[in-house]
């Protein structure tokens, strides 16, 4: 298996210069010398289902599939297309690849989307959560 570092310098200059004393902040990304840098990509999309069916009260939780890619990639979520996603009743929980809702209501049904992205693309997945009539 082989790894990616990414070490981040930040150089803080001080200049006197007038009597005005001036900081000027530098960050400096760098990479593994490798070049190993790929687009996200899933690593488990099988158990990623398009459409999902639920019931109101339940609890939904929505996988990013677990996303791979160099630099590691950020995970974005949307409802509907847009982000960040509100709720009126309770708050929207966030783990490394996951979204989680509790008690759902009537709102929470439609489209979700769970995109990875980093400097070298991205990917992205779309769940129809749909309400299941009983």
Request: charged share 20%; net charge positive; proline share 3%.
């Amino acid at each position: 298996m082989q790894f990616f570092y990414k070490f981040i310098i930040i150089y803080f200059i001080i200049i006197k210069l007038f009597n005005f004393l001036i900081l000027i902040l530098v960050r400096a990304d760098f990479y593994n010398a490798t070049g190993n840098c790929y687009a996200p990509k899933f690593t488990k999309f099988s158990s990623m289902h398009r459409e999902v069916l639920l019931s109101t009260e339940n609890i939904m939780k929505l996988e990013c599939a677990e996303v791979k890619g160099i630099p590691s990639p950020i995970i974005t979520w949307y409802k509907d297309g847009i982000m960040p996603l509100q709720r009126q009743q309770s708050t929207v929980r966030y783990t490394q690849f996951t979204i989680i809702l509790k008690d759902l209501v009537t709102m929470d049904f439609g489209n979700y989307t769970c995109k990875a992205s980093n400097e070298n693309g991205f990917i992205d997945f779309t769940y129809e959560v749909k309400i299941n009539s009983k």
